[in-house]
Nanobody, 128 residues
């Protein structure tokens, strides 16, 4: 059974940091690109990053570039999202997703239907 489990969310003050983890099981982790998304109630889901399984190439959305860093440890079947300089507008439910395609991030990594498996999400709240 394929599973993605996010952890590490919580409440933090503006300017603070959090590190999210996405632990995967049930598939050959290194063969999959992993995307990070976030969603605020009433708004569209936003794709913010993708890291390829084949060569660990990375994409970032402009909204997080320079503040967030994604990495993966294939030996641990885990992808990390290090979030620094957090802002209140970063408040959202953050989810990871796995793309069963080529193992590389698509140029349209932000397009949620490309992904085949999703975690349940973890809440990040940034207070001002």
């Amino acid at each position: 059974e394929v599973q993605l489990v996010e952890s590490g969310g919580g409440l933090v003050q503006a300017g603070g940091s959090l590190r999210l983890s996405c632990a995967a099981s049930g598939f050959t982790f290194a063969d999959y690109a992993i995307g990070w998304f976030r969603q605020v109630p009433g708004k569209m889901r936003e794709g913010i990053s993708c890291i390829s399984g084949r060569d660990s190439s990375i994409y970032y959305a402009d909204s997080i570039k320079g503040r967030f860093t994604v990495s993966r440890d294939n030996a641990k079947n885990t992808v990390y999202l290090q979030m620094n300089s957090l802002k209140p507008e970063d408040t959202a439910v953050y989810s990871c997703a796995a793309d069963e395609g080529s193992g590389y991030c698509s140029g349209s990594y932000y397009y949620a239907p490309y992904y085949d498996y999703w975690g349940q999400g973890t809440q990040v709240t940034v207070s001002s």
